[in-house]
C-alpha cells in the first residue's frame, strides 16, 4: 500500500529555515512526480513544488528562491527545505505523488510548519 | 498563472439530490483538470484526473465533464459521505493552480 509519511514541522520564527521529509512506502520516489501541497489554517490548497522523476524541479511564484525540492533515493526520501519563512506561510504542509494522469492521486497526512515571533 | 475559479463557493443541498460544481479556468488546461475531496482534518481525496476519469474506488455517483476553460463536477445522488469541500487543480501549466473551493453542507 502506498504510504507518505510528512515530517519536520514546528515553530520557527519569522525569517528562519525548516527541512520537511516525506518518507514514501511500497513505491519509488524516482518513478513518480512528487509535490508538495500546503494549506494554510481555514484556507484553500496551493501547490506549492514538484520534483519530477527526471529530476527537474517547479515551485509556485510565492516560494519560488526561497524553498528548494530534492529526493534521496536511498532513502526513498523527498524534502522540502523551506529558508527565509514568513508568518504567510504558515500552513500544513502535504507531501503528494501522482497517478497515471500527473494529478494528486496519493497523499499524507501533513506537517504543520508554524512561523511566529 | 492560471486562475480556477469554482462556483458556487457554498452550496446547500439534502441527501439524495443531484448537485453540480463548476470550474472555470482563465485559460485553457485542455483537459488536465482534477477534483478532490477534503473531509475536516482529513488530506484531500483524489475523485477524478484528466477532466472525466475516476479514480479507482470512487463511487460512480461522481463524475466529472468538461474541456479547455469550463468543467463540472456532478454528484448524481447526494450521500451524507459527500458533505464536504471540493477543489479542482490544473496540471497543464506550472505553476498547477487550485480552485478556492466549494463547500457541500446539508440543507
Known amino acids: 500500500e502506498v504510504r507518505l509519511v510528512e515530517s519536520g514541522g514546528g515553530l520557527i520564527q519569522p525569517g528562519g529555515s525548516l527541512r520537511l521529509s516525506c518518507v514514501a512506502s511500497d513505491f519509488t520516489v524516482s518513478s513518480y512526480y512528487m509535490s508538495w501541497v500546503r494549506q494554510a489554517p481555514g484556507k484553500g490548497l496551493e501547490w506549492v513544488s514538484v520534483i519530477h522523476g527526471g529530476g527537474s524541479t517547479f515551485y509556485a511564484d510565492s516560494v519560488k528562491g526561497r524553498f528548494f525540492i530534492s529526493r534521496d533515493n536511498s532513502k526513498n526520501t523527498v524534502y522540502l527545505q523551506l529558508n527565509s519563512l514568513r508568518a504567510e506561510d504558515t500552513a500544513l504542509y502535504y507531501c503528494a505523488r501522482d497517478g497515471s494522469g500527473r494529478s494528486f492521486q496519493h497523499w499524507g497526512q501533513g506537517t504543520l510548519v508554524t512561523v511566529s515571533s | ?107
Open chain 2, 1 to 107: 498563472d492560471i486562475q480556477m475559479t469554482q462556483s458556487p463557493s457554498t452550496l446547500s443541498a439534502s441527501v439524495g439530490d443531484r448537485i453540480t460544481i463548476t470550474c472555470r479556468a482563465s485559460q485553457s488546461v485542455n483537459s488536465w483538470l482534477a477534483w478532490y475531496q477534503q473531509k475536516p482534518g482529513k488530506a484531500p481525496k483524489h475523485l477524478i484526473y484528466k477532466a472525466s476519469s475516476l479514480e479507482s474506488g470512487v463511487p460512480s455517483r461522481f463524475s466529472g465533464s468538461g474541456s479547455g476553460t469550463e468543467f463540472t463536477l456532478t454528484i448524481s445522488s447526494l450521500q451524507p459521505d459527500d458533505f464536504a469541500t471540493y477543489y479542482c487543480q490544473q496540471y497543464n501549466n506550472y505553476p498547477w493552480t487550485f480552485g478556492q473551493g466549494t463547500k457541500v453542507e446539508i440543507k
